[in-house]
């Protein structure tokens, strides 16, 4: 009889052209290309109002640098939750 701690978790993979690949990593591809698009489609400009100042700026403006600041402080928490265990 096998032990359950004997067996290692292996993450959920995709054969894609020969190659294994993860399947989070599809999903952040797919999210990306998303939120890519999403951002170009919106060109507008809007008026974003700054604790003082008032900015008009570009619609895709806002989404990217919302987009960046999002990101950084995933990796930020992700590094964070690691460095934990």
Known sequence: MASKG???HQPSTLTVKG?????RTIGFVVLAALAIWFIAVNTGRVTVRLW????A??????LTVTLLVGM???VFLARRRAARR
Request: net charge positive; aromatic share 4%.
């Open 6 to 8: 004997s067996t290692r």
């Open 19 to 23: 190659r294994a690949v993860r399947l």
């Open 52 to 55: 003082v100042p008032t900015v």
């Open 57 to 62: 700026v570009p619609l895709w403006v806002v």
């Open 72 to 74: 950084v402080l995933g």
